[in-house]
T-cell receptor
Framework: DTGVSQNPRHKITKRGQNVTFRCDPI?????LYWYRQTLGQGPEFLTY????????KSRLLSDRFSAERPKGSFSTLEIQRTEQGDSAMYLC??????????FGPGTRLLVL | AQRVTQPEKLLSVFKGAPVELKCNYS??????LFWYVQYSRQRLQLLLR??SRESIKGFTADLNKGETSFHLKKPFAQEEDSAMYYC??????????FGQGTRLTINP
């Protein structure tokens, strides 16, 4: 499968713990995006990378959230001191320049 | 603020009947609009984008700037069209702004 991959697919954690998700984009896609989707809603933009540079962050991305794309390939999204409100599906997408975004399967996070 | 509204959370039609999923948007400038679809247990995928003016799986969507709408239509629904549909616009050539989605069910 040469599409966008995300790991883990599911994560259950206790409130206050830190979690990290990984996204591997389609090779040679220089743009990478993170979105969050809660039940009954469409995906909401979190942040965007062009190569290794993080060019935009949503106000949804509180200081407990951090994202990196160290070598312009895979990306990680870390949530520190998780809260129950962080429970959601976290989606990653990639695109070659400003074109169609291809989505991964998502990581479903449940914070107990 | 840029916004996409899909007024129907649920839509149910019979196989062979016409389908129309509504989408309205607010955007200053020339919008670029998309329809994404998510079939059961599959990832979100692009169905069509207005600039390509294609018909995918029998679906079409016309951008109406006067009514700020981008409704998705298909003349004859098929059972395999049952899915979650999201209308979206792209802001700043970067992030997608999605509507809440419409769950379409095609009854046999």
């Amino acid at each position: 499968d040469t599409g966008v991959s995300q790991n883990p697919r599911h994560k259950i954690t206790k409130r206050g713990q830190n979690v990290t998700f990984r996204c591997d984009p389609i090779s040679e896609h220089n743009r990478l995006y993170w979105y969050r989707q809660t039940l009954g809603q469409g995906p909401e933009f979190l942040t965007y990378f062009q190569n290794e540079a993080q060019l935009e962050k949503s106000r949804l991305l509180s200081d407990r959230f951090s994202a990196e794309r160290p070598k312009g390939s895979f990306s990680t999204l870390e949530i520190q001191r998780t809260e129950q409100g962080d429970s959601a599906m976290y989606l990653c997408a990639s695109s070659p320049q400003a074109e169609t975004q291809y989505f991964g399967p998502g990581t479903r996070l449940l914070v107990l | 603020a840029q916004r996409v509204t899909q007024p129907e959370k649920l839509l149910s039609v019979f196989k062979g009947a016409p389908v129309e999923l509504k989408c309205n948007y607010s955007y200053s400038g020339s919008p670029e609009l998309f329809w994404y679809v998510q079939y059961s247990r599959q990832r979100l995928q692009l169905l069509l984008r207005h600039i390509s003016r294609e018909s995918i799986k029998g679906f079409t969507a016309d951008l109406n700037k006067g009514e700020t709408s981008f409704h998705l239509k298909k003349p004859f629904a098929q059972e395999e069209d049952s899915a979650m549909y999201y209308c979206a616009l792209i802001q700043g050539a970067q992030k997608l702004v999605f509507g809440q989605g419409t769950r379409l069910t095609i009854n046999p």
